[in-house]
């Protein structure tokens, strides 16, 4: 087996994969899986973004190159069977939490891409996905409508702006930490006020249409 | 960024995606996403097919090869966002396109996994995969059981056929312009009968057990 | 096309495949599909675990090397048409296959991960993969909550526990013929005396908290 130092990189991501593996056990909890299906879904959701992005840039993915990676949603599970009430009751600072794993992934998955050599449009869209990806894949295998497509608050669009702005300063040669660390705060600043002001984006059909049923 | 032109075989993909994307927008109208969750499912509609088959071909897919690709999602979007109800009331014309779509990507799908030297049997399944994946992945996510498995008209029995005659068309030798032309004249045609005469296939089950509770 | 020759370890996946198969086209025949989506949903779910496994490894997927593999799905479909109370009525027995198919994926995954070089958590993880992804595959695209979060009886604990033996075997120098099939009899035995006796774990929260409401 490779020897894996704890890095500060690698320390952030295993951060950001233990917050989104608490919605994936918190949501185990109210549809009443066994502490089981609770670590599978905590570890789909914590790496399963990161997944995809891998798989697509035709890399193993990270989490299976490192066995570190398999520690935060067996964290998760254990802190949801413990204090379920608890983690619900601090959802509001896990939401925080969460906001930062998004600005953590959205920026690294981009990175990630674009020293893969992918192009530009495509290393955001990867970026995106590595975010987004982990809680779409927790809600379509436990059976719901995915909150990516909760209109309630602006969830993708802070990623989206994030890893566009990623690829773009990289394409101006733009590559400090410097940068990549003021992105990171304008995509957490961004889904924190959404959360806070319940901002929203037009719904998919115009709103001269509203009566008009489809079906 | 690589450069890239829009050859012919380019532009008929493009409005295959652009097709695929149109009703992955009209979905997440009907289920009241917002205006970013259209753009995200039209988009997956439109390229979803094409990822699979690349992943499985262990090739960058298509689309992130060419920001080309992000356009038509776009445009999908944005129509159903202006004039929804226009849009479903053209579902007649739309589904006539969607058609073409199908026996464009269950060709094209095919040639490309011969090409990357498959099997006839895993290509032709691999075309099918392309033709019908993003419709597959549009479904599963927007959590509604998947239309491919609707059993009102056969959607599936074309692209399967189509992509099979494809496969042995290559196997004899019969690889030229012509040959792929007419087996997408067939798949397209049969999709639109069946559309029109609402062509069945049996159900799962054999009708002698129609009275007999599953469970 | 190559050439393929029907060896011991071929036949026994293909009886794998055709076992999980068998419960795609049963679900299919319960939810009104047609055969051609009783014939997609065998295959989905008996050669979809190993997709996924092989894909994550950056190989081509076995079942598309091989067109042996299209056999078993569509030998699942003809039964499940031609005799499916029957093949309900023999559920019994078809569960013991499946404990059957469970045992020899779990393990089969483990070594073909193990032998592309990845570590051994990763392996083990790809080996339950190879084992529980078909049937979760199956599931989510029949849009219900899937079987492998039903907390009825363990599945994902024998596949688990079995697919970390033989990571740790393997560390060991243990990887003789004979290890693996002492491994494939306890995960056998284990998921057989789980349905038989209804062998549960606790809940993803913890019964102290059974009387709160997660929201």
């Known amino acids: 087996m490779e020897e894996t130092t704890l890095t500060m990189p690698l320390v952030?991501?295993?951060?950001?994969?233990?917050?989104?593996?608490?919605?994936?056990a918190l949501l185990a909890a109210r549809r009443g899986f066994d502490i089981i299906g609770s670590l599978l879904l905590a570890g789909l959701t914590g790496i399963g973004g990161g997944i995809i992005r891998d798989v697509i840039l035709g890399q193993?993915?990270?989490?299976?190159?490192?066995?570190?990676?398999?520690?935060?949603?067996?964290?998760?599970?254990?802190l949801v069977f413990l204090v379920a009430p608890g983690?619900?009751?601090?959802?509001?600072?896990?939401?925080?939490?969460?906001?930062?794993?998004?600005?953590?992934?959205?920026?690294?998955?981009?990175?990630?891409?674009l020293e893969a050599g992918m192009n530009p449009v495509a290393s955001a869209l990867l970026g995106v996905t590595s975010a987004?990806?982990?809680g779409?894949?927790?809600d379509v295998v436990a059976n719901k409508t995915p909150e990516l497509f909760n209109p309630r608050d602006i969830y993708a669009i802070p990623a989206?702006?994030?890893?566009?702005?990623?690829?773009?300063f990289w394409e101006l040669g733009l590559t400090s930490g410097g940068w990549q660390l003021s992105v990171a705060i304008v995509?957490?600043?961004?889904?924190?006020?959404?959360?806070t002001f319940h901002w929203r984006v037009p719904k998919a059909v115009g709103p001269w249409h509203r009566d008009v049923r489809l079906h």
Do not use: E, H
């Open 60 to 78: 193993v993915p990270t989490a299976f190159n490192d066995p570190f990676y398999f520690v935060p949603p067996a964290l998760a599970a254990l």
């Open 12 to 24: 952030l991501d295993l951060f950001g994969v233990f917050f989104f593996g608490l919605s994936g």
């Open 187 to 195: 995509v957490f600043l961004l889904r924190i006020l959404a959360l």
């Open 87 to 113: 983690v619900q009751r601090l959802m509001r600072p896990v939401l925080l939490f969460d906001a930062a794993g998004l600005a953590l992934f959205c920026i690294t998955g981009t990175i990630k891409a």
């Open 160 to 168: 989206i702006l994030g890893a566009g702005l990623i690829a773009w």
């Open 132 to 134: 987004v990806g982990g």
């Open 136 to 138: 779409l894949l927790r």
